[in-house]
């Protein structure tokens, strides 16, 4: 099975900027759809933006307007570009490929830590 490897995460106050980058050991085309998800401290993991090959792209509530979700299909990297971070985006993002029923293709990769300060 691939992995996945995320990075780019880090400190920054709100108002920031951070990208995070997602390097899938797969080639990615055979995937429709790639995602990020996030987890902060005491809550469940949720999806944040979907990018699918044909260039659509969705995003949850909380993050629509500010984030942005990318895919290279010819290096294999998925980016998720957030602007004016808020607290409330603090979280460890994960990046995978949404299978059915909520599961997903791949296992977990270690995540990247967002940690935005007020």
């Known amino acids: 099975q691939g992995q996945l490897m995320e990075s780019g995460g880090g400190f920054v106050q709100a108002g920031g900027s951070l990208r995070l980058s997602c390097a899938i050991t797969?080639?990615?085309?055979?995937?429709?759809?790639v995602a990020w998800y996030r987890q902060a401290p005491g809550n469940q993991r949720e999806l944040v933006a979907t990018?699918?090959?044909?260039?659509?792209?969705n995003y949850s509530d909380s993050v629509k307007g500010r984030f942005a979700i990318s895919r290279d299909n010819v290096n294999n990297v998925v980016y998720l570009q957030m602007n004016n971070l808020k607290p409330e985006d603090t979280a460890v993002y994960y990046c995978?490929?949404?299978?059915?029923?909520?599961?997903?293709?791949?296992?977990w990769g270690q995540g990247t830590q967002v940690t935005v300060s007020s």
């Open positions: 990018a699918s090959i044909d260039g659509d792209s």
């Open positions: 797969r080639n990615i085309n055979r995937y429709k759809t």
């Open positions: 995978n490929v949404p299978g059915s029923l909520g599961s997903t293709y791949f296992h």
